[in-house]
Nanobody, 122 residues
């Protein structure tokens, strides 16, 4: 099993920045890739970024050029640097990990954190 704990959420004004962090623990050798997801009230959960073991990252179109995902060595941590935030980025953000390469291109990740709230005011 893998446990994930997010931190770094909060309230920020539009145009501001926030950095989210995720601390994996447990059987991290099982991790094939990790990701950041978000869910706004009344909306479906959305994958924001997928980060791979070699440090590559894929992003959903709405955050490209504004969000940067990064990882520590051997999945010691996962970060999401968010800039040029807008009210549309307001959501609960979740860190997640997949234990199978085939899951990396899906939303069906294996392990989930409890989430951290990001609120952007106009």
């Amino acid at each position: 099993q893998v446990q994930l704990v997010e931190s770094g959420g909060g309230a920020v004004q539009a145009g501001g920045s926030l950095r989210l962090s995720c601390a994996p623990s447990g059987s991290i050798f099982m991790i094939a890739c990790m990701g950041w997801f978000r869910q706004a009230p009344g909306k479906e959960r959305e994958k924001v970024a997928t980060i791979y073991g070699d440090g590559r990252a894929d992003y959903t179109d709405s955050v490209k050029g504004r969000f940067i995902g990064s990882k520590g060595s051997a999945w010691s941590r996962l970060d999401l640097q968010m800039s040029s935030l807008s009210p549309e980025d307001t959501a609960m953000y979740y860190c997640a990990a997949a234990n199978n390469w085939q899951l990396c291109s899906t939303d069906a990740f294996s392990y989930w954190g409890q989430g951290t709230q990001v609120t952007v005011s106009s």
